[in-house]
């Protein structure tokens, strides 16, 4: 993958986007102070950044100078090696810009960041579509014995024919047009999401059902009334609680028509754009185009997937709602049917009813230190490595931990592997958001990957426990594993090809496969303790939030499902083919069996869009793969069988210097089936007793 932006969900950091303008490489300014692979050694002043983030792209320049400037034949060592290292030196300017963007302490210092991103964002466009540097990768003679070497010029190739550089002048021309006219809508379409929040006018009795400190928070009008935004934090409670099915309603218009009627412009022409870009590039459609260099390869085989995935949980998905609807029945005789804006709703009473499970009852087994001490420890089992303290690294804040991480397992044990950084709380102008980044990339026997973790996690304030949810737990997890595969998949020779660089439908694999662990009562117990008493977490209590964490799987991969097949639908054919109204509404019906609401019209504020666009998939797609992963290991040793050094090496270590449906048939033996999606889908109807047998 060249310069594709990351577009995970989860929040991995994009650190680099298709933007587009003249790069600017100015030297002759105050020469930068601090090393070279972090921008944070210089100080805080933004001008300081600027210069350290220029040094970085002259180097890449004069990287790729050097490589057009041969005369001789075209070898790996004279050619690919120096756009190995711009394409380092860009990775390197454009993480750390992004971190001091995401995290550095003043505000001028990560307004610099974000220009520099731009900048940074310019030049790496202008290597995408730089024919000098296409030509001489395509004249050096692929290398015999070195698979991962062919497959990463291969794959260089590939990135570079879809970016259009083979084409001529004006068509070059024509496509940076297009490609920065859908830069633009996807900024107006996500900016028009931003400001598009709508209000909600309720009376007193009408909140019956909210938690006290959340009507607390609303003042009363002088009508008595009160307002409520479509905010998460306002929206998510009315959901949830509220016992006024004419609140929710409210509430489910108003949430679902954000930006509404605004984005279906903007969103119509999205597609047209898009559209002609596939077919500029020579693709009938944008989805073939947007899948060519993934896992599936083509929206026939995506749809095929998400045909078998539909077969695989249907069934379950009307189970679950089979179960849901009888209860409801129960609380409200005479209901024949659940509207979707009552959906949540009666999901939440229902979780609770049947699992006696509250969130807030484990966090007290849940407070950060122990969490973080307990994640560290178990992926150092898991994956065979050592994590040992920095003691006085100097990072961009000093709350921030870092460990070094070595290699614990076999052949070269005791060897340095890299270094991980954890930014774990919040802090006044941090980005809100959990994921997790590579900082420097790898390059075996010359530079050690280093990432981090940006999270907004409770703790970190002397007196604070930091007591964490059930939801969070799990988001450490799965954010650690992004980080091992990073810090493991970044040991080969080239930069550019370590475990964040793999196809994009592919990269929630190891994360999600990460959060399996969190099912298993040995894994948790070794640090779910009570952070008063030291009591460990009870086995009841476990196995209530085992068996609630498990609830409505069936119509997860459903939902899953409608958006991705949406998704898919208007990127698959003509933009005058597609109707968003009926698309929709069609999709709604067939994949979720509450009644319709007429006047949805989610999609003007569904901005994954604009990012992810018809690959919405990866999603059920790595959920696929992550369980059937999972599956292969032992229940009963997790930690200490010899599943775990083989995953390591052939999933995780490989980095992506094979294509990703090799990584999987190495591990497996086969490529993923649906047989694991399915016990894992089933896990909810067993009984707790057989739950707890299974996680021992
Ligand atoms: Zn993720």
Redesign the pocket.
């Known amino acids: 993958m060249l310069f594709r932006g990351r577009l ?5 950091a994009v650190c680099v986007a298709l933007l587009v303008g003249g790069a600017g490489c100015a030297m002759g300014e105050a020469a930068p102070v601090g090393d070279p692979l972090h921008a944070w050694s210089g100080g805080t002043d933004p001008a300081q950044l600027e210069s350290w983030v220029k040094l970085r792209l002259a180097a890449s320049k004069q990287d790729i100078d050097k490589l057009v400037a041969v005369a001789d034949a075209r070898t790996v060592e004279n050619t690919v090696r120096p756009y190995d290292d711009a394409l380092n030196e860009l990775a390197i300017a454009g993480n750390n810009a992004y971190f001091m963007f995401a995290v550095g302490n003043t505000a001028p210092l990560r307004d610099k960041g974000q220009a520099m991103l731009g900048v940074i964002s310019s030049a790496a466009t202008d290597l995408s579509l730089n024919q000098k540097v296409y030509r001489a990768l395509s004249a050096v003679p692929l290398p015999a014995g070195d698979p991962a070497t062919t497959h990463y010029v291969q794959r260089a190739l590939l990135e570079y024919k879809l970016a259009g550089v083979d084409r001529d002048d004006a068509t070059r021309a024509k496509i940076r047009q297009l490609q920065d006219r859908v830069t633009a809508l996807s900024l107006v379409f996500g900016r028009n999401v931003a400001d598009g929040m709508l209000k909600v006018t309720a009376t007193k009795a009408e909140l019956e059902g909210l938690p006290a400190d959340y009507v607390e928070r609303h003042k009363p009008a002088a009508d008595g009334t009160y307002t409520l935004t479509t905010d998460e934090p306002d929206a998510d409670p009315v959901f949830n609680f509220v016992k006024s099915p004419e609140l929710r309603l409210k509430m489910y218009l108003a949430y679902n028509r954000r930006a509404y009627p605004k984005n279906v412009d903007v969103l119509m022409d999205l597609l047209k754009t898009r559209y002609e870009l596939a077919n500029t590039l020579g693709f009938s459609t944008y989805a073939d185009l947007a899948t060519a260099d993934q896992m599936m390869g083509s929206s026939n085989n995506l749809r095929t997937f998400l045909k078998e995935v539909d077969d695989a949980s249907r069934d379950v998905g009307k189970r679950e709602y089979g179960q849901l609807l009888t209860f409801a029945k129960e609380q409200q005789p005479g209901l024949t049917n659940i509207s979707a804006a009552d959906a949540t709703y009666w999901s939440e009473q229902y979780r609770r009813a049947k699992y006696d499970f509250d969130q807030q009852s484990v966090r007290p087994y849940f407070p950060y230190d122990q969490v973080q001490a307990g994640i560290l420890k178990t992926a150092a089992r898991l994956f065979h490595v050592e994590f040992k303290p920095v003691v006085g690294a100097k990072t961009w804040d000093p709350s921030v931990a870092t460990f070094d991480v070595y290699d614990a397992g076999g052949m070269g044990s005791g060897k340095l592997l890299g270094r991980i950084y954890l930014d774990m709380h919040p802090r006044e102008g941090k980005d809100k958001w959990f994921s ?1 980044a590579p900082l420097v990339p790898g390059v075996r026997g010359r530079q050690l990957p280093e990432g981090a973790l940006i999270c907004n996690f409770s703790g970190g304030v002397a007196g604070d426990p930091g007591l964490m949810l059930y939801s969070e737990v799990v988001t450490f997890f ?2 650690f594993g ?1 980080l091992m595969h990073h810090i493991l998949g970044s040991q080969g020779q080239w930069s550019a090809a370590g475990g964040f660089n793999v196809e994009g439908d592919f ?2 694999a190891p ?2 496969m990460l959060e399996e662990m969190f099912r298993d009562r040995t894994i948790i117990s070794s640090f779910a303790k009570h952070y008063q008493t030291g009591e460990t977490i009870p086995a009841d209590l476990f196995e209530k939030m085992n068996a609630a964490g498990a609830y409505g799987r069936g119509s997860w991969v459903q939902r899953q499902l409608m958006y991705s097949t949406f998704s898919l639908q208007v990127y698959d054919r003509a933009p005058e083919k597609v109707d968003l109204d009926a698309l929709w509404k069609e999709n709604m019906t067939r994949f979720t069996p509450f009644t319709l609401v007429e006047g949805n019209r989610f999609f003007t504020s569904f901005t994954h869009l604009t990012g992810y666009a018809s690959n919405y998939y990866t999603y059920v797609l790595d959920k696929v793969i992550a369980v059937d992963f999972f599956a292969q290991f032992d229940r009963k040793d997790l930690l200490d069988g010899p599943t775990a050094m083989r995953y390591r090496r052939s999933v995780l270590e490989p980095g992506a210097s094979k294509p990703a449906t090799a990584l999987v048939k190495d591990f497996l033996g086969r490529e993923q089936n649906l047989d694991a999606l399915k016990v894992w889908m089933g896990e909810e109807f067993q009984t707790p007793a057989g739950a707890a047998k299974a996680g021992k």
């Open positions: 995970a969900g989860c929040g991995i997790s799965h954010e992004h990269v929630e994360s999600q």
